[in-house]
């Protein structure tokens, strides 16, 4: 989707036509190929399914899916039937989805407002399909900021750090992912990936 925003917030959204998405795509991979992929908001059904095609299709690795849904007004940016294909489609494909609570909440069908919540909720994500899930906890209130990494078959890593005070903080999830799939690219493995991007972060 295309969008209309600046530091403060979103002020309009422009869906993009499905198959203009995929010529986009596939100008872009069958030229200069593709070393990492970062997945913000996708706005219908026929999206998701055009982005799972070409990570199917062009057997894309490095594939981190930020399940943009809520807007930090708390405005729902998809629709349920997006939230349900995203998770059929998508969730077996990436390397590592990066929900913040009210994205994950929306996921789960059930609030999530405490701390302790977030290993179960983690696991649930994990249920549904999804390889890797980084869990963030930034809107929890408190003077540090708890994620949890969970990976199948994998310790899970609960990472930790302290708050900075800032009115600057729209796109910090964006940037987050983005920094991640960053550090995919360079040939890091996903825990340490998570970790430098926090640092960056």
Known sequence: ALTAQNT???HGIHAVPAAFLKSQLQAVI??????????????S????????WAISHYQLQNV???PVMVATSGDRLIEQETVQVLRQELFSLVSV??????????????????ADELDQAASDLLAMGARAVLLKGGHLKGQAVVDVLAEAGQP???????RIASKNVHGTGC???????AHL???????LAVQQARVYI
């Open 185 to 191: 690219a360079l040939g890091l493995p996903l825990r």
């Open 175 to 181: 940037t987050l992912s983005s920094a991640i799939a």
């Open 97 to 114: 989805i990066t929900p913040n609570l009210d994205e994950a909440a929306l996921l789960l069908g059930r609030p999530l407002e405490h």
């Open 64 to 66: 981190v899916l930020d």
């Open 156 to 162: 899970w890593l609960h990472l930790r750090s302290e």
């Open 45 to 52: 059904p026929e999206v998701v399914k055009v982005v799972a």
């Open 30 to 43: 069958e030229d200069i190929g593709v070393d990492a992929v970062k997945i913000g908001m996708l706005h």
């Open 8 to 10: 403060l917030g979103v």
